[in-house]
């Protein structure tokens, strides 16, 4: 199976990339940033009119968007590489509720922060609209750190997509060194899933913090 990955370094398309190269599958990266002008942004917008990555055509030409989705569907169509929980067991509760808290409540704070003026036409509103978005991500960080119990990964003894997709996010805004200081649990919890060496790889070449 081969698949192809339209992403930008840093962005949400890392998580997708990482579990492609755990599982082994056969992809193409399409160089597709939201953020740069011309053909990467002309190239996104023909998979994902609402100019958002990562978008991942499957083999037979469908494409997905969305990260969580695409997240769960690769864990579906690769159950051999255990990057999720049994279903039925109390593990995927737990993966299931922080996989959908971190999909929608997280991806909301950084769409208004990223282009505030999509949702507010005034530019001298947008400076107000960042610093919310900033209160609102910090608040649902300290949230998830006084309610997740890893043990040692986030929601049991196997590292999972949950545990790949926490650590991508934790290098956004408001930066490793906030979510270092303020929310030491999950960040032991990252550092573990970051030694592992496929994760590792991945990372390095998205991230240089």
Same mark, same amino acid.
């Given at each position: 199976?081969?698949?192809? &990955?339209?992403? +930008?370094?840093?962005?949400?398309?890392?998580?997708? #990339?990482?579990?492609?190269?755990?599982? *082994?599958?056969?992809? !193409? %990266? =399409?160089? @597709?940033?939201?953020?740069?002008?011309?053909? #990467?942004?002309?190239?996104?917008?023909?998979?994902? $009119?609402?100019?958002?990555? $990562?978008?991942?055509?499957? $083999?037979?030409?469908?494409?997905?968007? #969305?990260? +969580?989705?695409? &997240?769960?569907?690769?864990? #579906?169509?690769? $159950?051999?590489? *255990?990057?999720?929980?049994?279903?039925?067991?109390?593990?995927?509760?737990?993966?299931? !509720?922080?996989?959908?808290?971190? @999909?929608?409540?997280?991806?909301?704070?950084?769409?208004?922060?990223?282009?505030?003026?999509? %949702?507010?036409?005034?530019?001298? *509103?947008?400076?107000?609209?960042? !610093?919310? +978005?900033?209160?609102?991500?910090?608040?649902?960080?300290?949230?998830?750190?006084?309610?997740?119990?890893?043990?040692?990964?986030?929601? *049991? @003894?196997?590292?999972?997509? &949950?545990?790949?997709?926490?650590?991508?996010?934790?290098?956004?805004?408001?930066?490793? @060194?906030?979510?270092?200081?303020?929310?030491?649990?999950?960040?032991?919890?990252?550092? !573990?899933?970051? +030694?592992?060496? =496929?994760?590792?790889?991945?990372?390095?070449?998205?991230?240089?913090?």
């Amino acid at each position: 199976m081969s698949f192809t &990955l339209y992403g +930008a370094p840093g962005t949400g398309s890392v998580c997708v #990339e990482t579990v492609l190269e755990l599982i *082994g599958a056969g992809f !193409r %990266f =399409v160089p @597709a940033s939201p953020f740069e002008d011309g053909e #990467e942004v002309a190239r996104l917008k023909a998979v994902n $009119p609402l100019l958002q990555v $990562p978008a991942l055509e499957l $083999p037979d030409g469908t494409i997905m968007t #969305e990260s +969580a989705a695409i &997240l769960l569907y690769l864990t #579906e169509t690769y $159950p051999d590489a *255990g990057l999720a929980p049994a279903p039925g067991t109390a593990e995927r509760a737990v993966f299931l !509720r922080w996989l959908t808290f971190l @999909a929608a409540n997280f991806y909301s704070t950084y769409a208004i922060s990223d282009k505030p003026g999509r %949702f507010y036409e005034d530019p001298s *509103g947008h400076d107000m609209l960042v !610093r919310g +978005a900033l209160a609102r991500r910090r608040a649902l960080w300290q949230l998830m750190e006084a309610q997740v119990e890893p043990a040692p990964y986030l929601c *049991g @003894a196997n590292m999972n997509v &949950l545990d790949i997709y926490t650590a991508m996010m934790s290098h956004w805004s408001p930066g490793r @060194a906030w979510f270092k200081a303020n929310c030491p649990v999950l960040a032991q919890s990252v550092a !573990r899933t970051e +030694a592992h060496d =496929v994760v590792a790889r991945v990372f390095a070449r998205n991230f240089d913090d």
